[in-house]
């Protein structure tokens, strides 16, 4: 392509150079893979800004979605349950996942299927502002019984 974005069609390597060098341009291969080979001919400065301009365009408007963690306990006040459950919302809203973790200590290991219906509650509570699924079910490994939801 010439810089007026014409098409020149299939041309040698040599003759799209020289065309290149009499328009005080350069040849930039856009796609080597397709047969032939597509190259432009531009200013290769700004066809490398154009390029990192979209790149930045492109990472500004991706979100990374991250993993946060809230641990509870067995005796846990109704109070700090309450903080928790709107800390988990907040995240929720930002479009992060949340995974609930209930440490289990001393004998309360024993207890982990108190546990498991503690953060079917806490789930619960959470489903009736923010409709939530489980992306990990809930699981018991030792003294740990986690889960991780996210926004449905």
Known sequence: MAADNSNLGVMNT???IRRA????????EINPKANPPVAKIVNFSQ???????TERLRKAHQ????????RISLNI????????RIQAS???DEGDKVKIEV???????????????MIQKFNAEINAEHPTRFD???????????AIIAKA
């Open 14 to 16: 040599g003759e799209a």
């Open 136 to 146: 990990q079910p809930i699981e018991v490994a030792g003294k740990v019984v986690s």
């Open 63 to 70: 979100h990374v979605t991250k993993v946060k963690c809230l």
């Open 47 to 53: 066809f490398q800004y154009s390029l990192e301009k």
């Open 90 to 92: 907040r995240f929720l």
């Open 77 to 84: 006040g109704a109070h700090d349950l309450e903080i928790k």
């Open 21 to 28: 060098r009499a328009e005080d341009l350069d040849l930039v």
């Open 103 to 117: 440490i289990l200590r001393g004998r309360e290991i024993q207890q982990n299927q108190m546990a498991v219906t």
